[in-house]
């Protein structure tokens, strides 16, 4: 792909706040996408978008969090991604409930509120257009 025209659009985006345009930045410069590996504008547009409500971004940095041996700064994240409907999140946080670092109540929280995040995304008009792409 255009991958130097991607990355001016995306930037441009970013500029202005956008959160997707900032995750998509991490990943372009995790990948050497368009620009050069660097680590350190990787993690600053990661946060950039974790900050602007990107759940997967927020779940990329518990990610880091965690390999960094940093577990209650990982929950965290987690707990923040999960309440933004981020599946892969609710499944590091029952992973690390069954390995002893994420307490019953903030779990069972963590569920809660990232089902209240999927219903909210759910109307008759998206199960109609679900039915009619997928049968």
Do not use: C, W
């Amino acid at each position: 792909g255009d991958y130097s025209s991607a990355f001016r659009y995306y930037t441009k985006a970013a500029e202005l706040g956008d959160a997707e345009a900032q995750y998509t930045l991490s990943i372009m410069y995790d990948d050497g996408h368009g620009v050069e590996k660097d680590r350190g504008k990787e993690m600053y547009h990661l946060e950039e978008a974790a900050i602007g409500g990107h759940p997967s971004a927020r779940y990329n940095l518990g990610i880091e969090e965690l390999n960094n041996g940093h577990t209650e700064r990982a929950v965290k994240h987690f707990i923040i991604a999960a309440a933004h409907g981020h599946d892969g999140s609710t499944k590091a946080l029952m992973k690390m409930f069954k390995e002893g670092f994420v307490d019953k109540d903030d779990l069972a929280a963590a569920l809660r509120a990232h089902q209240a995040a999927v219903d909210a995304t759910k109307s008759p008009q998206r199960e109609a257009a679900k039915v009619a792409k997928y049968g």
